[in-house]
């Protein structure tokens, strides 16, 4: 009796569900990407949608007639808010529009210059969306950037996913998800960066490239960073390993390439003389990883000196940075506001409301320290042994 | 061949007269049957007495002679064909009685059956008998009986002897390493297989009896001083309740002593490797033997001997680990593989990495059903192709998963009636199944594998947590002759959890599972870990 009794509402706690919420897996139209543009009254959404069957290894289809068939589909629809647009697009699709698996998200400039907040409400609102999504800005319409067709990859989406992956590679762009971003817009001593897509051309085919970054003040697009003042940014938030430096060689200028292994900064801020003033110190590892000049770098003088060398560039690159942030934007993106207020709670009340004047003219030491531990496995220049013999000093 | 002093033999037979009566403990009541004589002086109508009671049988053998010594006295020996040896009978009983003259100068009968009982007989097991009803329980148990004309008794000789298989491998329970052997239809045969592999004076024996109509003889055998006194008693305790009429199996006995008889679990292990169940008895356990089927219960049970195979203790210690963790990952993945994926495409597509669930979504494009149909048609689809390639001839077999491969496999898929991605997970599943050494535990995990397919399509993934969590909660509860089904996992004792997920080397497992055998039991000396190279080279730098 008692097990008849437990079957039968084990039955009826299951069969009462009815399936609840249940959708097929097939029955969704997964979106890979979204481009945000600026309509007349409001926002233009453009989604960018897998189409399912393109991604079997086995399609038997039709032979040969539709070869060349897109393995994706972009639609756009417009609303007053992006949750109206959002929904219009399901007057356009067949299957339900599933957001969980969006990898990029890109914002028009001109929309990026009004209030940011409207956006980020809906994506950080909707428990559909996932906060592992990189953002970006792109200074033309958002929407077409869809539409390039990669040529390594299926489709855009992941093309964009990921060269934005491994921005730091080159060290000249820069890349966010939405998680940190939403951290930092919502952070009030600390205003937030982007990436930048832009589009160029290759092969005389539109191609999208990533480059500088994108700053934001109060709520909106303040402008762009370029790339000497992006890989700064990177130093400051030690995201810079595994890119590289280009350093004149320290004896004949000629250029040296420097493999970053390591890269750390830390912002202290001190009080002096009422006002507060920023020390950044980076420590870097660096490895050679490729040398035009004939010097010999296996000695220690020499190896000091390529040192200083790397020391003065990274010296530059931060400086330049801090410069953009302060004079170009006098926008707080690097965090000097935060570091201020968790070391000085008490000082940080007195000047809070003076804080965007202050930062301006913040006084800011910046103290690199370069290590060079190794460099690589061929020591010597890979030069004809006469001229080798003949080593400069 | 056997003796067998049947000195517990079953009270069945004294059954109570309130109860209801078991086929073939339902003896006559009328006292003048010939069931209830004994035996009288006049050996023609002893021979029919006997013919009479077992209703004049045509395999029985009937040999009247004469023995000749100091008086002629006729004498009759009974068998039965097929289950005596007959040239024992014919080359040295009967030659002996009717040849040899080491009684001529006897003058009575008695005293000749005296003589003949002391002198005549070259078999280990006489006996005498003066009941018509041991006669012929002797005499269908394979004996034969001598029967002398004017003896008020008969002698009961051993010559049990049938056809029987040959000691060969086990098939239920492949090694790779390990010994060949495997256990036959003969529980004397197969308590010699124990006996060659424990040689110690604590090996305890006992013999029972169940079965009012087969009579089957089981033995208990265990360690004494080693095994646990109260699981001994316990069994011997179970073993005494069974009224049944037959024991074909030992699964019978399996059943009617198990602990929770509704659990889908398996409750008592079984094995039909004689070197598997000397290491159960080895550690404690208590080995169950039956007559007439190679296969042997061993009590306690728990849960993780189900995972383990003897090559694990055979092999290195790394590769028996590896080996035991691939199946009880197999024996999880048999178990929820289905039903995590029918969640994770019907609830949960966030959770599957995209280009997956694009692969996915393109595979199960077309397809007609609901995953949950889909699933279970493909695995009820599999269950059948399993349970017809087991029951027919080797060579049509294959021809049966040729044809369920290929063409379910294949056209099923083409047609678009089933999606690839299900396709590999059933496979998946399937062979996960395989991987389980007992057959009985796969069971549970086939069995346990429906409702929580279905848990998952109605609730998606706190569905599975949900029947995960009743599967666990029952496990827990559940006990096998005193010892937790899931220890050592609740006991914690440490001499078997190093012998659960991972198989530590032998000379670290210095004790005896205490959940099992008594408390405290060395397997061997501490300090066993073989450490001869740097002894060595000490012993070089001393010089």
Known sequence: ?????????????????????????????????????????????????????????????????????????????????????VRNMAAISPRRIFWSHIKVIIINEELAKNNILEIFDFFSRNPELRLRTWIAITQGEAGKILEIVPLMEKEPSQNIEKIIEKANLSGKAYSIMLKNFLEEYLDPYMEPVASRIVVTEVNSRPTIKLEGASVFKSGGLAGWLNEDETRGLLWLKNKIRGSIEVVDCPYDGLPVTMEIKKGRTDIKSYIRDGVPAFKINAAAAGKLTEQSCTTEFNNPEAISALENALASVIHKDIESTVNAAQKKFSADILGFGREFQSAHKKEWRQISSNWSELFKSANVDINVKVEIPEVSLLAKPLVPRETASKTPR | MGDKSINNEFKILKRKKNSRAVNGADLPSDKNSALYKSVSGDMTSNIEAIKKVMGNPGDIQVREFAIICGIEISAAIIAIKGLSKHDLINGQILSSLMLDMRFKDAETVNEVFDRIKQNNLPDVYVNEEANIENIVS????????????????????????????????????????????????????????????????????????????????????????????????????????????????????????????????PMIEHSERPDKVSA?????????????????????????QFMQSADDYYERYLIGSLTRSVRIAAYFISVILPALYIALTSYHQEMIPTPLALSIAASREGVPFPSIGEALIMEATFEILREAGLRLPQQTGQAVSIVGGIVIGQAAVQAGIVSQAMVIIVAL?????????????????????????????????????????????????????????????????????DDTVIRKPWWSMLYLPGIIARKGKMRMRPGMKPTYRTKNRKNDGNK
Not at chain 2, 290 to 302: A, E, N, R, W
Request: proline share 4%; hydrophobic share 45%.
């Open chain 1, 1 to 85: 009796m008692r097990i008849i009794s437990l079957v039968l509402v084990l039955a009826i706690l299951i069969l009462l569900t009815g399936c609840w919420n249940s959708r097929e897996i097939n029955e969704l139209a997964f979106v890979l990407s979204i481009a945000l543009d600026k309509a007349e009254n409001g926002f233009k959404i453009t989604a960018q949608i897998a189409k399912a069957e393109m991604y079997s290894k086995t399609t038997t289809g039709g032979a040969g007639t539709s070869e060349k068939e897109k393995p994706f589909w972009v639609i756009s629809s417009n609303g007053k808010t992006i949750f109206e647009a």
């Open chain 2, 138 to 265: 002797e005499l269908i148990s394979g004996n034969s009986v001598l029967l002398l004309d004017k003896a008020e008794k008969a002698l009961v000789m051993g010559s049990q002897g049938w056809k029987e298989r040959q000691v060969s491998q086990p098939i239920t329970e492949n090694v790779v390493r390990g010994p060949r052997d495997g256990f036959i239809e003969n529980i004397d045969s197969n308590i010699a297989l124990i006996r060659r592999r424990i040689k110690s004076f604590d090996l305890r024996v006992d013999s029972f009896k169940a079965g009012t109509q087969t009579k089957t003889d089981l033995y208990v055998v265990y360690l004494s001083g080693i095994a646990r006194e109260e699981v001994v008693n316990e069994v011997k305790k179970r073993l005494g309740r069974i009224e049944i009429d037959s024991i074909l199996e030992s699964g019978y006995i399996e059943e009617l002593i198990e602990d929770s008889p509704l659990s889908p679990f």
């Open chain 2, 280 to 304: 159960a008895i080895l550690e404690g356990r208590v080995a169950i033997m039956v007559d007439t089927t190679p296969f042997v219960l061993l009590v306690p049970t728990i849960f993780i």
């Open chain 2, 429 to 497: 599943t399937g062979i996960s199944s395989f991987a389980i050494p007992a057959f009985n535990a796969a069971g549970s995990g086939r069995l346990l594998r429906f409702p929580l397919m279905l848990f998952a399509a109605f609730l998606g993934l706190p569905g599975i947590l949900a029947g995960l969590s009743i599967i666990t909660i029952h496990l827990c509860g559940l006990r096998s002759f005193g010892v937790s089904y899931l220890d050592p996992f609740i006991s914690a004792d440490k001499a078997v959890l």
